[in-house]
């Protein structure tokens, strides 16, 4: 199985309401069929001045978009909440298209200068995504 090097997606200054997408190919060797399965591990938070932990506020979407007609869900909700999702199976030689979007949800007008999403200024969060195959 191969792939590009290097970060599916970054966000850099991300607000409330703010969203950023990525895409990664994935192909198969041309050996045998194999079973895939992605993973999230090693979730670092970085929190500001305020404390807020981005990786449990941003929302991640993973899809496989292959089939651009007919995108596939294959996780939607918290960044640091991915765990083992089963992608199935790749024919040997095939490739596959995931597209990773984070979204930042507005959570409103913050009541104070350090909370609600104020809570998050200054936070980074980041997020090793690991792919794991198996020849079947």
Same mark, same amino acid.
């Given at each position: 199985m191969s792939s590009r090097e290097g970060a599916? $997606? @970054? /966000? /850099?200054? $991300? /607000?409330?309401?703010?969203? *950023? *997408? %990525?895409t990664i190919t994935l192909t198969a060797s041309d050996k045998a069929p194999i079973a895939m399965t992605l993973s999230g591990s090693a979730v670092?938070?970085?929190? %500001?001045?305020? %404390?807020?932990e981005l990786s449990n506020r941003l929302v991640l979407t993973v899809e496989d978009i292959t089939n651009a007609r007919a995108p596939r869900?294959?996780?939607?909700?918290? $960044?640091?909440?991915?765990?083992?999702?089963?992608?199935? @199976?790749? /024919?040997?030689?095939?490739?596959?298209?995931? @597209? +990773?979007?984070?979204r +930042?949800?507005?959570g409103g007008a913050p009541s104070s200068p350090t909370t609600g999403d104020n809570a998050y200024q200054g936070s980074t969060a980041e997020v090793d995504f690991r792919w794991t195959s198996r020849a079947l």
């Open positions: 599916v $997606l @970054r /966000a /850099a200054s $991300l /607000a409330p309401g703010g969203k *950023t *997408t %990525g670092r938070n970085s929190p %500001g001045r305020n %404390g807020g869900r294959i996780y939607r909700g918290k $960044l640091s909440g991915l765990g083992e999702q089963r992608l199935g @199976r790749m /024919a040997a030689g095939s490739h596959r298209i995931y @597209r +990773f979007s984070v +930042f949800p507005d």
